[in-house]
């Protein structure tokens, strides 16, 4: 979607960076992983998705969607993750994540757009089978809130399928992970001469993706099949705008919910 038009014109007044944003979410992860990595200072808008502050007339004015992250950069506001890391790399062009021959440039692009387009059907579907589902319960007054202000058919369809006590399948699971396979059969090629997704470069393919591999380890997904994506990721682990932007705003947010800060999945009870 990219730059939109909001609905809740007070944040036209905003100057400078704005993240709405979550702590767990790898999508926000991404964005705030590449603010670091381009040492931007930006001001931050929690949203507890907990404590459901994203169900509001408010925040859908802002993301019409309801989800983060939403970004506002004096006044223009711009949804969708991958949308905004390219929007911060043109604006924003130094330090670069796209420093690469041409010929590279779709590669790039294709693993952002697969970032994206896999979200919902896979990243999501897991996350939410695994742990997202019974952490994120709707009241009857909440959900139908949310049906009144959600206007994207996948979205709606997507969260009716956790709606009055209904949860998640093992069939829902397996079909997440069939298509979470595939993609990493191929990253798993990608980087198998030991350097990054796209060629011998850090580039928004890493920044996009490796948030994800962070959310689906706390979730319990395999990667045991996926040795060179475990070296990758691992060598990413070590980047501390990674551990800024992803472990330490995990942290922030595990302990209450019950979650291991250290991204390992449910946290002992002593932690609670």
């Known amino acids: ?26 999508c926000a992860a991404r964005v705030r992983l590449l603010l670091e990595e381009k040492e931007l200072a930006w001001t931050s808008h929690h949203i507890d998705l907990g404590k459901k502050e994203n169900i509001s007339e408010e925040y859908f004015g802002i993301n019409p969607k309801g989800v983060v ?11 969708e993750s991958n949308d905004i890391l390219v929007y911060l790399e043109e604006n924003y062009p130094d330090p670069g994540f796209r420093d690469m021959p041409d010929s590279l440039q779709p590669e790039i692009d294709y693993w952002l757009q697969q970032s994206g387009d896999l979200h919902l059907p896979a990243i999501k579907t897991f996350q939410y089978y695994k742990i997202n589902a019974a952490l994120l319960p709707k009241t009857e007054e909440e959900e139908a809130l949310y049906n ?9 369809a997507f969260h009716s399928k ?33 350097g990054y997704i796209v060629g ?8 996009s993706w490796s948030p994800t ?45 019950g979650v291991d800060p250290t991204i390992s999945g449910p946290a002992p009870a002593t932690q609670n």
Do not use: C
């Open 213 to 257: 591999i962070t959310t689906l380890i706390s979730g319990g997904f395999n990667f045991g099949p996926y040795p060179e994506v475990e070296r990758w990721y691992e060598t990413i682990l070590e980047r501390p705008q990674f551990q800024e932007a992803v472990i330490e705003w995990r942290k922030k947010a595990t302990y209450a919910a």
């Open 69 to 79: 992250p939403t970004l506002v950069h004096d006044g223009e506001v711009v949804v």
């Open 200 to 207: 011998d470069a850090y580039t928004l393919a890493d920044i």
């Open 148 to 156: 009144k202000l959600q206007k994207d058919p996948d979205m709606a």
């Open 162 to 194: 956790h709606s009055q006590g209904k949860s998640f399948t093992e069939d829902d699971a397996n079909g997440a992970i069939a298509l979470l396979d595939a993609a990493f059969i191929m990253m798993n090629e990608a980087i198998s001469d030991g």
């Open 1 to 26: 979607m990219g730059i939109i038009q909001p609905t809740n014109k007070s944040v036209l007044a905003l100057k400078g960076l704005h993240l709405y944003h979550t702590a767990r979410s790898n």
